[in-house]
Every structure is written in structure tokens, then in C-alpha cells.
């Protein structure tokens, strides 16, 4: 048997308050699954460098992305690189204009002992040298066995 409590709102026989089914799906809709993909910067997916101490992460901004890392041990974070220099460095050696904050890939690879990152724009792979500004389109060629190497072109 229900009745209504001092607020008017429904309770069942042991006065446990009970809600209408759209306050309920109201409330869902703000649930970590169901808001996560709209809030920035809100979700960190690392990428472990170096044994553990340091990891990279692709974090989403309004104009697009960024990435970045962290190091635990020393608790700073920073930018992985000069993504401003890196989008100039690319778009002269692709040919094809790209801007800082809309980078073509979401994933990137630390080569060369950390002095370079290595990512890919479509089927394409380029190799970024950190320190050298300079973007090096690498070649996905298959050898006898069937196994694919990277070769810069």
C-alpha cells in the first residue's frame, strides 16, 4: 500500500521514498558512460613509456586534440611535442595542410630512444624527429616472408 510523504512524494508500506521512472532516466543520463564522450579532457586512456614511471595520453579539446605526458615520479605533465610545429612540418612533407589542434591520427609511438615519435595518416606512417622539427614518410613494404618493414622514403 503507498502513501504520500510530508513532501508529497510517493513512499511504499515501509516509508521508503520511491521516484517517477523519468527522474530515474533523467539521472542516467548523466552516468560516467553516458557523459564521458562529451566532456573534455574528462578521460585519460595511458600509454606507458620508459618501465612505467611516464605515460602519454591523447586528451580531446574544443578544437580538437592534444596529446600529452606525464611523468608520475616527478608529477608533471606537458606537451608530448610542438604539435604547432609538428602540423607545418607534416603539411609540407604530405602536401596537405593540417593545423596544431586537429592533428590526423590519435595514436602516436616513441622511436629512436624518445627523440622521435612515429604515427600514421591513413595508410601512410611518418616518423616526427622531436628535436629536428622534420616529418619522414616511411614505406610499408613486405618482405619475402610476408612480414612488413618500414622504410624511410
Known sequence: MERDDAAGRPSDARGTRSLPAAAYARAEQFLPWHIGGSLLGMTVDPHWLDGGERFWYHARTRRGG??????????????????????????????????????PFDRIEFVRGGAAIQFDVGAVRWVYDLDGGTCERLDRRADRTGTTSLMVT
Open 66 to 103: 592534444t596529446f600529452v605526458v606525464v611523468d608520475s615520479h616527478r608529477g608533471t605533465r606537458e606537451p608530448a611535442f610542438d604539435h604547432a610545429r609538428l602540423a607545418a612540418s607534416l603539411s609540407r612533407a604530405a602536401g596537405t595542410p593540417y593545423e596544431a589542434g586537429s592533428l
